[in-house]
């Protein structure tokens, strides 16, 4: 079977040939359990924490040291990549970890990274030997500069700054140069104190509460940073390796195994999203299909958490600088019970408009995770089309019914099958296949679900560390529709979601529409490192190692690359920021010999009238345009590197921003009080408000392509 949530499981092949080890086969949910994670209850291990105390610095552990002698020998032996541990990947580690450490550039100095380069050879031997010093080393030495730059921040809350002066606030130091002198620093961290006060005082608080909110916030950011681990460091610096060869192979401390175990099982109660801590925020890294998030619609991938209440009523407690596990245990509770979230919207500069959002706690539930259908009618002349619409959030299977025997199980494939008689029952004449956010699922039923459009062949090729390659053909005997049909992607759509899609593009099945796919190709395997220690609870943690890659029956991957749309809809999902191809050592396109398939050719001849016909149509379409604004502003501020901390002008630039949304509510026919600042801040969002135009024009589209393929029908009878 292939495990659902982002994460597969080969067991069905990988049985076949004799396989020891769980594969995980879609875009991962994994990152949000390495680092300082998302918490749960600790699992056993039998080592002491050595926790940081004011002046105690954290050294390694024995356990460590042969945990990593242990990871860095199954990387070598089995990553896709088959790449030595040597100096070069040394150098690697050094930057991946200094910018685990210390993304904007705001701890260390100059000099203390040029000290560190004493070690930029060093650190393959710290993985092959355990000789772990000089990670620690600098672990502590950004412990040292982290206690120095929250004291001055506490110290400079004594006096109000000056919100008059005309300065601004470079808040995204990611290709910023490292500070040279303590004083560079002090005025970095003066200006984003400012920055911190004016935000506040932006929600309408005065200075004084200001200065108590921030008081608490550094407080908080000072004990969580004491509280970090010796094991939460180590996990650090085994990802920053891991990460040399691919953004998906990571280790997982024993910690965080149980937190993914959790996961995986389903046995998650909360809002339903993986989260993972940058640069001080609690920021969501996946929505888990079928939990309360997703289902709500309100959260985004990339949302900064900056308060949680508890209840309808219970006022939002600051969590910048707070330790993940700490955000995590507030956000959880007891199924059935609400909590708030204030939200900084993603891409948001620090200081925009906050959001509040109201989720139910509850399970992660394969009924939340099943495919749904709708139908919308479209008026073509005299004739009205019903254009069918399933909606797939991810490839799921009930593994255990299954495995018990239950002849009803529910699956993915099987559902759709079911959604598309009952369509077929309503007077469908196309159908939209909707994958926007799926980011994948089992692989099965990846190949099950092409079953029921194309006709029987091959679906995907698999190609493992060693070479050998394997094609996976369509499993299902019959096709369960052969009319027209569109696939609606986005840039989240990924792994199986883009097996999917691609394998409709190949056969010239149906047209793909919306924006290139994640470009998520590999295929990962899960090692449980325990079972190569010693003793009944070793503590060893788990690898993920990437062993594989897929590709198209045409011998392209869709790896890097993804799947570009046959037509292209406007997304607010920044192709600069999301994607495989934004991750420094994702693994490169290739392709690999093609296989023999039968491709239907009329649907190419297609592409360019209705791209016209689109283009003509979205010109006169209020939603479609103002979604385009939406693009555009959004483009504007991901590329703004800095924000003003003149209170005046934010204040201005804030009720600009307050009036194109009310500007905006207003052309879309919301019934909404005018958004001030205060019922900006306090105001539930609702993902209902805003239509959702890029859905109504793939359901145009496909309504034009049902005519097209008509007249295209007419014209081969009229020739025979």
């Known amino acids: 079977m292939y495990q659902a949530h982002g994460v597969s499981n080969a067991a069905r092949n990988a049985a076949a040939r004799g396989r020891r080890y769980r594969v995980l086969f879609a875009l991962p949910i994994l990152l949000a359990l390495c680092g300082i994670l998302s918490g749960t209850t600790q699992a056993p291990v039998r080592t002491a924490v050595a926790t940081a105390a004011a002046t105690h610095e954290l050294e390694p552990t024995d356990r460590q040291k042969r945990v990593s002698k242990l990871v860095g020998s199954v990387i070598e032996r089995s990553h896709y990549r088959q790449s030595p541990i040597n100096d070069p990947v040394s150098s690697l580690m050094?930057?991946?970890?200094?910018?685990?450490?210390?993304?904007?550039?705001?701890?260390?100095?100059?000099?203390?990274?040029?000290?560190?380069?004493k070690y930029r050879f060093q650190l393959d031997d710290a993985i092959l030997t355990g000789a772990l010093d000089p990670v620690f080393a600098i672990f502590n030495r950004f412990q040292q500069r982290s206690r120095e730059r929250i004291a001055y921040a506490v110290d400079l809350l004594k006096h109000e700054p000056d919100f008059a002066l005309d300065e601004t606030f470079e808040y995204d130091r990611a290709k910023a140069p490292w500070a040279v002198s303590a004083t560079e620093l002090d005025d970095l961290?003066?200006?984003?104190?400012?920055?911190?006060?004016?935000?506040?005082?932006?929600?309408?608080?005065?200075?004084?509460?200001?200065?108590?909110?921030?008081?608490?916030?550094?407080?908080?950011?000072?004990?969580?940073?004491?509280?970090?681990?010796?094991?939460?460091?180590?996990?650090?610096?085994?990802?920053?390796?891991?990460?040399?060869?691919?953004?998906h192979s990571n280790y997982f401390s024993p910690r965080s195994s149980e937190e993914y175990r959790i996961q995986m099982s389903l046995e998650y109660e909360g809002i339903g999203a993986s989260l993972q801590l940058v640069d001080?925020?609690?920021?969501v890294l996946n929505i888990l299909p079928g939990g309360p998030a997703a289902i709500s619609g309100q959260l985004n991938i990339n949302d900064r958490i900056v308060g949680v209440g508890e209840g309808k009523t219970g006022k939002p407690v600051d969590v910048i600088g707070r330790r993940i596990d700490d955000v995590v245990q507030l956000i959880r509770g007891k199924v059935g019970t609400n909590v708030r979230l204030q939200l900084l919207p993603a891409g948001a500069a620090p200081g925009s408009p906050e959001k509040i959002i109201e989720l139910a706690r509850n399970k992660v539930t394969l009924e939340g995770q099943a495919a749904k259908k709708e139908v919308r009618k479209v008026r073509r002349g005299d004739r009205e089309l019903m254009i069918g619409i399933i909606n797939v959030p991810s490839f799921y299977q009930n593994f255990n019914a299954r495995a018990a025997g239950d002849k009803d199980y529910r699956s993915t494939t099987r559902d759709v099958r079911k959604l598309i008689d009952e369509l077929k029952k309503e007077g469908m004449d196309a159908l939209v296949m909707d994958l926007?956010?799926?980011?994948?699922?089992?692989?099965?039923?990846?190949?099950?679900?092409?079953?029921?459009?194309?006709?029987?062949?091959?679906?995907?090729?698999?190609?493992e560390t060693g070479g050998r390659i394997e094609v996976l053909d369509d499993p299902e005997p019959t096709t369960a529709w052969d009319g027209p049909m569109t696939v609606l992607v986005d840039r989240f759509s990924a792994s199986a979601?883009?097996?999917?899609?691609?394998?409709?593009?190949?056969?010239?099945?149906?047209?793909?529409?919306?924006?290139?796919?994640?470009?998520?190709?590999?295929?990962?395997?899960?090692?449980?490192?325990?079972?190569?220690?010693?003793?009944?609870?070793?503590?060893?943690?788990?690898?993920?190692?990437?062993?594989?890659?897929?590709?198209r029956v045409t011998g392209e991957s869709t790896q890097h690359r993804g799947v570009q749309p046959d037509i292209t809809l406007a997304s607010l999902i920044s192709t600069e920021d999301v994607g495989e191809s934004t991750r420094e050592s994702a693994l490169p396109w290739d392709r690999i010999k093609p296989v023999q398939f039968t491709h239907d050719n009329w649907l190419k001849q297609t592409v360019v009238e209705l791209e016209q016909v689109?283009?003509?149509?979205?010109?006169?379409?209020?939603?479609?345009?103002?979604?385009?604004?939406?693009?555009?502003?959004?483009?504007?501020?991901?590329?703004?590197?800095?924000?003003?901390?003149?209170?005046?002008?934010?204040?201005?630039?804030?009720?600009?921003?307050?009036?194109?949304?009310?500007?905006?509510?207003?052309?879309?026919?919301?019934?909404?009080?005018?958004?001030?600042?205060?019922?900006?801040?306090t105001k539930p969002a609702k993902a209902q408000d805003a239509p959702d135009a890029t859905l109504g024009e793939a359901t145009q589209i496909t309504a034009d392509l049902d005519l097209i393929r008509q007249q295209y029908m007419s014209k081969l009878q009229t020739r025979r």
């Open 436 to 463: 926007r956010g799926n980011g994948g699922g089992h692989l099965s039923e990846a190949t099950a679900l092409s079953g029921l459009f194309i006709p029987s062949g091959p679906v995907v090729q698999l190609r």
């Open 94 to 117: 050094l930057d991946r970890y200094l910018e685990s450490l210390d993304g904007t550039k705001s701890y260390f100095l100059a000099s203390d990274i040029a000290e560190f380069e």
């Open 614 to 681: 689109h283009e003509k149509r979205i010109a006169a379409d209020q939603d479609y345009q103002s979604l385009l604004k939406d693009v555009q502003t959004a483009e504007e501020f991901r590329s703004r590197k800095f924000i003003s901390l003149n209170l005046k002008t934010r204040m201005a630039e804030r009720e600009r921003l307050e009036k194109d949304r009310s500007t905006k509510d207003a052309s879309n026919g919301t019934d909404k009080a005018p958004a001030t600042q205060a019922n900006a801040a």
């Open 189 to 247: 961290w003066r200006k984003r104190v400012k920055n911190d006060a004016l935000s506040l005082m932006l929600a309408n608080k005065s200075w004084a509460e200001a200065h108590d909110i921030l008081q608490k916030r550094y407080d908080s950011l000072q004990k969580s940073s004491e509280q970090i681990t010796s094991d939460d460091i180590f996990e650090r610096f085994m990802n920053a390796f891991a990460h040399v060869f691919d953004p």
């Open 497 to 551: 979601s883009e097996i999917f899609a691609a394998a409709i593009q190949d056969y010239g099945r149906g047209l793909i529409i919306g924006q290139q796919t994640y470009g998520k190709g590999s295929v990962q395997n899960l090692y449980p490192l325990d079972r190569y220690a010693l003793g009944a609870d070793p503590g060893f943690g788990q690898l993920t190692v990437t062993i594989g890659k897929y590709y």
């Open 280 to 283: 001080d925020y609690v920021t």
